[in-house]
C-alpha cells in the first residue's frame, strides 16, 4: 500500500535529475509514490520499485496530483484508522513547495526540500536585474506560497548548513534538518552507478571524443552550468580574455552554454572557449575524466553539484571563495567571484602548478 508520495514534477533536466538518481536509493522502495515531469520518462530507466507517474507540464497538471493525492491518501487513512499502532503517511516535496491542499491531516506528515537559495536571497532583484523579471517574478511567487501554505509542524530539509542557517536567519520556524538525517549522504557509490551506465551509451559520442583529444594538448578547464546571471559566466569570460594577452600554456575553457547565449555575453570569440551547448548528466560525468580543473565561478548555490561530481572524480577545484562551496569541498584555490583580476590570477597560478606539459 502507497503510503508516502514524492512529488518531483519540477525535475526533468540537469541537475536537479542527476541529484534525482543520487538519491535513487532512498527513492527506489515500494510503497512510494513519485511524480514526475513526462520529460523525464526516457531517463528514468532504473527505478523499479517506486510507482511512478509521469504528468506532463500545463494547467491541469496539479489538478490530476490533487485528485491522485486525494485517493491514495484516503485509502491510507480507511485502512490506517483500523490498526491498533497508527502511522503515518509522508508526502515530500521536492519541488519546495508545501502542498497546496492538505489531505488527511490527522494521519499526514509533510517534508520541504527547500534546494533552491534563490528564493530566500534577500538580493535576488540586484543579481537578476529587469531583463530577467521572469526570473525574480517566480522566485518572488515561490517565496510568497512557500509562507503561505507551509504550517508550523511541516519539516524542512535542505542540503548544507549555509543554507539552514539562511533559513534560521529568516525566522523559520519550522524543524530544518539535513538531508542526510532522510536519504544518507551522497555518495561515491551513487555517483559512479551513473557514471557507469553512461559510459556505454556515450562511448562513442562526438563531443567525447574532441573533449579527448583537446585533453592531450591543452589544460582543461569546465564549468557546467546554464546561462543565468548567478552563474558569473560574464566575469569568467572577461578573465580568460585577460589570460589571452599572456598565453603562456595551451588551454581551453568548456562551458556547456549556447553561442547565442554567449554572444549576449560577448561579441568577440576567444579561441580558447570551447561551446558545448547542453549537455545531457551522463555526458557530463564522462567529461570529468578528460579535463584538468572544475572551475566553479557562482555567486549563489544551494549545493553547487559540480563541485560533488568533481571531487568525487578527483578533479582540482577552483571555485569562488563563498561558505556553499566549503560546505561541499575545499578547492585546490578560491577566488573572490565578484573581481575578475583575482579568478584571472588563480587560472594563472593554476596554468604554472599544472604539470602535464612541463
Not at 534577500?122 to 543579481?127: D, E, G, R
Not at 556505454?200 to 546571471?229: G, R, V
Amino acid at each position: 500500500m502507497i503510503n508516502n508520495i514524492i512529488n518531483a514534477t519540477s525535475i526533468h533536466k540537469g541537475g536537479g535529475l542527476t541529484y534525482l538518481f543520487l538519491i535513487q536509493k532512498y527513492i527506489d522502495k515500494k510503497n512510494k509514490l513519485i511524480f514526475l515531469d513526462s520529460r523525464s520518462k526516457k531517463y528514468i530507466k532504473d527505478f523499479k520499485n517506486i510507482k511512478i507517474i509521469f504528468l506532463r507540464k500545463g494547467p491541469f497538471r496539479n489538478i490530476r496530483i490533487l485528485f491522485y493525492r486525494i485517493k491514495y491518501i484516503l485509502k491510507f487513512n480507511k485502512f490506517n484508522s483500523k490498526e491498533e499502532n497508527i502511522k503515518k503517511f509522508t508526502e515530500l516535496s521536492l519541488n519546495g513547495l508545501p502542498p497546496l491542499f492538505r489531505i488527511g491531516n490527522k494521519f499526514t506528515k509533510v517534508y520541504i526540500f527547500c534546494q533552491n537559495r534563490l528564493v530566500f536571497e534577500k538580493n535576488n532583484f540586484k543579481l537578476f536585474g529587469i531583463f530577467y523579471f521572469k526570473v525574480y517574478l517566480y522566485l518572488l511567487i515561490h517565496k510568497i506560497l512557500f509562507n503561505l501554505f507551509k504550517r508550523p509542524d511541516d519539516i524542512i530539509i535542505v542540503q548544507t548548513q549555509s543554507m539552514r542557517k539562511l533559513l534560521m536567519d529568516l525566522k523559520i520556524k519550522n524543524k530544518i534538518i539535513l538531508q542526510e538525517k532522510i536519504w544518507g549522504n551522497i555518495n561515491k557509490e551513487n555517483y559512479f552507478k551513473i557514471l557507469d551506465l553512461g559510459t556505454k551509451d556515450f562511448q562513442y559520442n562526438p563531443k567525447l571524443e574532441y573533449i579527448k583529444n583537446l585533453y592531450k594538448s591543452n589544460i582543461l578547464y569546465f564549468y557546467p552550468a546554464y546561462c543565468l546571471p548567478h552563474k558569473n559566466h560574464f566575469n569568467l569570460l572577461k578573465a580568460f580574455e585577460e589570460l589571452e594577452k599572456n598565453d603562456k600554456y595551451p588551454h581551453k575553457l568548456l562551458l556547456t552554454i549556447t553561442n547565442v547565449d554567449y554572444h549576449k555575453l560577448f561579441k568577440n570569440k576567444n579561441q580558447n572557449v570551447i561551446l558545448l551547448n547542453d549537455l545531457s548528466y551522463k555526458e557530463i560525468f564522462i567529461i570529468y575524466r578528460y579535463i584538468d580543473y572544475l572551475i566553479f565561478p557562482s555567486l549563489i548555490e544551494s549545493y553547487g553539484l559540480p563541485l560533488l561530481e568533481a571531487m568525487f572524480s578527483n578533479v582540482d577545484i577552483i571555485a569562488s571563495d563563498l561558505p556553499f562551496v566549503y560546505d561541499i569541498c575545499k578547492p585546490s584555490l578560491a577566488f573572490n567571484p565578484n573581481k575578475i583580476e583575482d579568478i584571472s590570477d588563480k587560472i594563472k597560478y593554476s596554468l604554472e602548478l599544472n604539470k602535464r606539459f612541463q
